[in-house]
């Protein structure tokens, strides 16, 4: 049995719908599909995420919000005219907002039950569909399908008890359809997951369910070496490890959240990422141990940015005992997560993302000089990390070399390196305006004689 989830791009338009089931109509393992909101049909659109987003802020400043609604609605309007669906759906979506809008004062938790309106809508409107055209489906909400989560508004985690819940769906004769992106707390409140939210929707689903294959549909056939947006018709990928797609995916690979892995990868359900608009292509397949391919140990490359590394020099640094310990605490009492430290023997690097830095640094820094007494601290800012990846990396030799060598010979000053305990990752950091240079720099060196 498969689960299927679709993205927003899947399910943008009446068209896209129709696409969808198609898919399921020819697939009979597919027992569960998991649906994200309406995003983008063409380039300059606006996500129906961000429609009901604008129109949380309209409600609690004030505004007069009807334009937004309608914005909203006339979406769904179009999807539901195009599918010849019941049209009463619409007037059963507008009572719904407006109920939110009318009877949650709270403002955080109003926008958890808009923004969770997009999933919701367009989970009932494939249900209806695929019903109309002959193929057995019916809508859960979470609460009918036994999401549970924490009640933290916009940072959802299931409850464990969530899984059995959701096992007693399987084996029911229809197509199972749930919204994606949110749960329902003890408290009855509807509380959205974080970022990826709807990927990580269908990873719990597809666990709960036991099933054999995770199928993740998306705007593109594979997952790629390199992001296509900055390489030139990068290496399409057949297969790689939860392992290296978590690594990859954490470093700006944006096709699958890095989080949404984690219940697969507990119990080793495999993933293959899938092109709605070709559904025919095999795609990507993400799995939890793979056949290592002798000439090609770097399985991908990306590059991210917007981090700050704080640089802290002290001699004989080595020899101070609960040195890194009180340098690490400082950071966990400021609330800022570490992405990275490479280490000399009398100095350190804590690399962070600058968003988690937003007005900690000058304090950050004081702390460091008050509790450590350094000989210096040092601030740099405006840092991409560029991270290669791959599994094969660990029992191939020269990789760090060929990448220092393309680094210099387009001349990207590096600013710092770090090779995890692992040897499946090497990170190296450069200045934000040469991250492109970098990219193309280190692709061609690893990839530019492959097929």
Same mark, same amino acid.
């Given at each position: 049995?498969?689960?299927?989830?679709?993205?927003? !791009?899947?399910?943008?338009?009446?068209?896209?719908?129709?696409?969808?089931?198609?898919?399921?109509?020819?697939?009979?393992?597919?027992? #569960?599909?998991?649906?994200?909101?309406?995003?983008? $049909?063409?380039?300059?659109?606006?996500?129906?995420?961000?429609?009901?987003?604008?129109?949380?802020?309209?409600?609690?400043?004030?505004?007069?919000?009807?334009?937004?609604?309608?914005?909203?609605?006339?979406?769904?309007? &179009?999807?539901?005219?195009?599918?010849?669906?019941?049209?009463?759906?619409?007037?059963?979506? =507008?009572?719904?907002?407006?109920?939110?809008?009318?009877?949650?004062?709270?403002?955080? $938790?109003?926008?958890?039950?808009?923004?969770?309106?997009?999933?919701?809508?367009?989970?009932?409107?494939?249900? *209806?569909?695929?019903?109309? *055209?002959?193929?057995?489906?019916?809508?859960?909400?979470?609460?009918?399908?036994?999401?549970?989560?924490?009640?933290? !508004?916009?940072?959802?985690?299931?409850?464990? &008890?969530?899984?059995?819940?959701?096992?007693?769906?399987?084996? +029911? *004769?229809?197509?199972?359809?749930?919204?994606?992106?949110?749960?329902?707390?003890?408290?009855?409140?509807?509380?959205?997951?974080?970022?990826? @939210?709807?990927?990580?929707?269908?990873?719990?689903?597809?666990?709960?369910?036991? #099933?054999?294959?995770?199928?993740?549909?998306?705007?593109?056939?594979?997952?790629?070496?390199?992001?296509?947006?900055?390489?030139?018709?990068?290496?399409?990928?057949?297969?790689?490890?939860? +392992?290296?797609?978590?690594?990859?995916?954490?470093?700006?690979?944006?096709?699958?959240?890095?989080?949404?892995?984690?219940?697969?990868?507990?119990?080793?359900?495999?993933?293959?990422?899938?092109?709605?608009?070709?559904?025919?292509?095999?795609?990507?397949?993400?799995? !939890?141990? =793979?056949?290592?391919?002798?000439?090609?140990?770097?399985?991908?490359?990306?590059?991210?940015?917007?981090?700050?590394?704080?640089?802290?020099?002290?001699?004989?640094?080595? $020899?101070?005992?609960?040195?890194?310990?009180?340098?690490?605490?400082?950071?966990?009492?400021?609330?800022?997560?570490?992405?990275?430290?490479?280490?000399?023997?009398?100095?350190? !690097?804590?690399?962070?993302?600058?968003?988690?830095?937003?007005?900690?640094?000058?304090?950050?820094?004081?702390?460091?000089?008050?509790?450590?007494?350094?000989?210096?601290?040092?601030? &740099?800012?405006?840092?991409?990390?560029?991270?290669?990846?791959? *599994? @094969?990396?660990?029992?191939?030799?020269?990789?760090?070399?060929?990448?220092?060598? #393309?680094?210099?010979?387009?001349?990207?000053?590096?600013?710092?390196?770090?090779? @995890?305990?692992?040897?499946?990752?090497?990170?190296?950091?450069?200045?934000?305006?040469?991250?492109?240079?970098?990219?193309? #720099?280190?692709?061609?060196?690893?990839? =530019?004689?492959?097929?």
């Amino acid at each position: 049995m498969k689960v299927a989830k679709f993205g927003g !791009s899947s399910l943008s338009s009446s068209t896209q719908l129709k696409k969808v089931s198609k898919i399921i109509q020819n697939d009979s393992d597919i027992g #569960a599909v998991v649906v994200s909101a309406p995003g983008k $049909r063409f380039e300059d659109d606006i996500k129906v995420t961000d429609l009901l987003i604008a129109l949380h802020a309209n409600k609690i400043t004030g505004l007069p919000y009807n334009e937004a609604l309608d914005a909203i609605l006339s979406r769904y309007e &179009e999807i539901i005219t195009g599918l010849e669906i019941d049209f009463n759906l619409l007037d059963k979506f =507008r009572k719904t907002i407006l109920s939110y809008l009318e009877n949650i004062s709270d403002n955080d $938790r109003l926008l958890d039950a808009l923004k969770s309106c997009g999933e919701d809508f367009n989970a009932q409107m494939l249900a *209806e569909y695929l019903s109309q *055209e002959g193929t057995s489906a019916k809508y859960y909400s979470p609460e009918e399908a036994g999401i549970y989560v924490t009640d933290e !508004s916009s940072n959802a985690q299931l409850l464990d &008890e969530s899984y059995d819940k959701i096992a007693e769906l399987k084996n +029911r *004769e229809e197509v199972i359809v749930i919204p994606g992106f949110f749960g329902i707390s003890k408290n009855g409140n509807i509380v959205t997951f974080p970022r990826g @939210g709807s990927d990580i929707s269908g990873a719990i689903v597809a666990r709960g369910l036991n #099933a054999e294959m995770y199928e993740n549909y998306t705007d593109q056939s594979h997952i790629y070496s390199a992001h296509p947006g900055f390489i030139d018709n990068p290496h399409a990928i057949e297969e790689l490890t939860y +392992r290296e797609m978590r690594e990859l995916s954490y470093s700006g690979f944006g096709i699958f959240h890095d989080e949404a892995l984690e219940p697969l990868y507990q119990v080793k359900i495999p993933v293959m990422i899938k092109n709605t608009n070709a559904p025919e292509i095999e795609g990507t397949k993400i799995v !939890s141990k =793979r056949e290592l391919i002798k000439d090609i140990p770097v399985i991908g490359i990306s590059c991210d940015v917007g981090f700050t590394a704080i640089s802290v020099k002290d001699y004989l640094m080595n $020899r101070q005992v609960g040195y890194m310990r009180k340098l690490l605490q400082i950071f966990e009492n400021h609330q800022v997560s570490v992405e990275h430290m490479p280490s000399g023997i009398d100095n350190i !690097s804590i690399i962070v993302r600058n968003k988690n830095l937003e007005g900690k640094a000058e304090s950050i820094t004081e702390d460091i000089n008050d509790q450590l007494e350094p000989e210096k601290v040092e601030t &740099e800012g405006n840092l991409a990390l560029l991270v290669i990846v791959g *599994e @094969g990396m660990e029992y191939t030799v020269g990789l760090a070399n060929k990448a220092t060598k #393309a680094l210099t010979e387009n001349d990207v000053n590096i600013r710092m390196m770090n090779q @995890g305990a692992s040897e499946s990752s090497m990170v190296f950091a450069v200045k934000m305006d040469e991250y492109d240079k970098a990219l193309n #720099a280190v692709y061609n060196e690893y990839f =530019r004689n492959i097929d």
